[in-house]
């Protein structure tokens, strides 16, 4: 008598949302996840400002991971009211949809900031406790009073420490959310990486390169604007406005003898093109929009709360 033929899992997909407070490693985790760059890092706090969607498919299972803003607890910028207004909405908004909750902080860390974003997790949504950048903590032996602790915080579903850098670490979160997927066919195609356009993912390259050439000089309220996004084959001509809130930021930008902005411009070139496959012409320049951050209108014209 045959032995009967083991049936196919069924599909699960679902959303997985990436909550934290800012700098605690959110974007580099869903990077790591989706296995290819669709959301920026920074050492500056509060580079995400969008709703980023990254997609995962393996074997029966397709993740849909949800990137975030930081809440904005400490960084309320004077005149950027609506801007960070605009980025607790989202991530309220993001809370509300999803299957699963993937609660970032800092291994053996939590602050005042944290439990502002915790306490934004609705009740009995379940809820993993991602302790990240464990490759920094010297002694792991102190980790387990600080889980207690967080325990006793929140009924977290699962506790995973990593080091979001760590492909090992990487698959095996993976592993552990699978099973809080829903049973129901994927929601996309096995190819796909991201739901977001290559127009948006350019801006967000060319405000990375913004932020990691300008180091703290440079206040978070600056953005990119796409003017310009043509095809002509495999050839992308791209048009761009780095917005800056005064005439003195402009110049940060721009550097001496226009050095900053041109270095700028080819780091998010050379991205840009191995992310797309082809050749880039990248235009940049540099407009001053005051107050454009605590604006609504100028704020969703920026492309905010899509």
């Known amino acids: ?93 993001v809370l509300g949809d999803v299957d699963v909750v993937l609660f970032v902080v800092e291994a053996g860390r939590f602050g005042l900031d944290d439990a502002k974003v915790l306490a934004l997790v609705p009740p009995g949504k379940p809820t993993l406790l991602v302790a990240n950048k464990l490759d920094l903590v010297r002694r792991r032996a102190e980790l387990a009073p600080w889980l207690k602790g967080m325990q006793e915080r929140h009924p977290f579903a699962e506790f995973v420490p990593l080091a979001a850098k760590d492909a090992a670490d990487v698959r095996r979160l993976l592993a552990i959310v699978e099973p809080y997927l829903p049973e129901q066919p994927w ?65 940060m930008v721009i550097g001496e003898g226009g050095e900053r902005l041109k270095r700028i411009g080819t780091d998010a070139r050379v991205e840009l093109e191995r992310l797309m496959g082809g050749k880039v012409f990248l235009e940049l320049w540099v407009k001053v929009r005051s107050g454009w951050a605590d604006d609504e209108a100028r704020l969703r014209a920026y492309g905010y709360g899509e």
Request: net charge positive; with cysteine.
């Open 1 to 93: 008598m045959n032995d009967p033929v083991p049936a196919d899992p069924p599909p699960r997909c679902g959303l997985v949302a990436i909550v934290g407070r800012p700098n605690v490693g959110k974007s580099t985790l869903l990077n790591a996840l989706v296995g290819q760059k669709v959301s920026i890092t920074s050492r500056k706090a509060q580079t995400t400002r969008h709703r980023i969607t990254g997609i995962r498919s393996e074997g029966a299972a397709q993740f849909v991971f949800v990137d975030t803003p930081g809440f904005q607890t400490r960084h309320t910028v004077k005149g950027a009211a609506a801007l960070n207004r605009n980025l607790n909405k989202t991530v309220q908004a």
């Open 187 to 251: 929601f996309y195609d096995e190819e796909a990486l991201t739901d977001r356009s290559e127009r948006f993912l350019a801006s967000e390259i060319i405000r990375e390169k913004l932020f990691r050439l300008t180091g703290d000089e440079l206040p978070y309220t600056s953005t990119v604007v796409i003017d310009e996004f043509k095809e002509e084959g495999t050839l992308r001509r791209i048009a761009a406005a780095i917005v800056v809130e005064r005439e003195a930021h402009k110049g």
